[in-house]
């Protein structure tokens, strides 16, 4: 691991540190919504949310421990997920019928999950190895044999888009298309992490949470799980 991290280039550095100061840090609003959903009104209700979020923490660790690939790739799935419907969420109420939301959210979605993968399979079966042993060569070629399925879906959720005229979202995947397609994996999933996923995510809880429990806790409970 160290020996991988001593390799990087010093533009995948930058994207490293860009990821760890923008990208993950959104995951630390998760405070300002168990306030907003009433788990701050008591010191129980804060107890309860404070040690079911540690101890689903550590269920995923011992999960992980326990069969590192098989949770990769459920982590995997899950996260395909999460940005999809975090890159559509303001956009969801356009896509009127569910197979365009699900449309919208594979096609979103796999920009990291299975672009990225496809465009740079060497470099991500290490990172997969670090993370999950020889083992996770299945995930790989399971990402791999995806990609057509993948490309010819977002095709259609193209289409969708242009006769609602969501350019804008349009736009957004075709350059993103073009970023997975020519630049290394590190920082084409720092450019999608930070520039469009945290972006949304950041916006969206924002717009939602400053009226539920104001600007000061948001900044707080966000500064204190970071």
């Avoid at 923008?22 to 405070?31: K, N």
């Amino acid at each position: 691991r160290i020996r991988m991290i001593i390799e990087l280039t010093l533009i995948e550095k930058i994207a490293l540190f860009f990821i760890m100061i923008i990208g993950l840090p959104h995951g630390a609003l998760d405070g300002a919504i168990a306030l907003g959903l009433g788990y701050g009104k008591n010191f129980k209700k804060i107890f309860l949310f404070l040690s079911s979020y540690i101890l689903l923490a550590l269920l995923a660790l011992a999960l992980w421990n326990l069969s590192p690939a098989i949770s990769l790739f459920f982590f995997l799935i899950y996260s395909l997920v999460h940005f999809g419907l975090g890159d559509i969420y303001e956009y969801k109420t356009a896509l009127t019928k569910k197979y365009q939301l699900y449309l919208g959210i594979i096609s979103h979605g796999g920009i990291a999950i299975i672009g990225i993968p496809y465009f740079n399979q060497e470099s991500v079966y290490i990172f997969f190895s670090i993370l999950a042993g020889e083992n996770s060569i299945f995930i790989l070629n399971f990402l791999n044999n995806t990609f057509y399925l993948w490309i010819t879906l977002s095709f259609i959720y193209i289409i969708i888009l242009l006769k609602k005229h969501r350019y804008y979202l349009v736009i957004e995947l075709l350059i993103m298309y073009l970023v997975i397609t020519l630049l290394l994996p590190l920082i084409s999933f720092a450019i999608y992490f930070c520039a469009i996923h945290s972006r949304k995510h950041f916006i969206s809880l924002w717009k939602t949470l400053r009226n539920l429990v104001g600007k000061k806790i948001i900044f707080l409970t966000s500064t204190i799980l970071t």
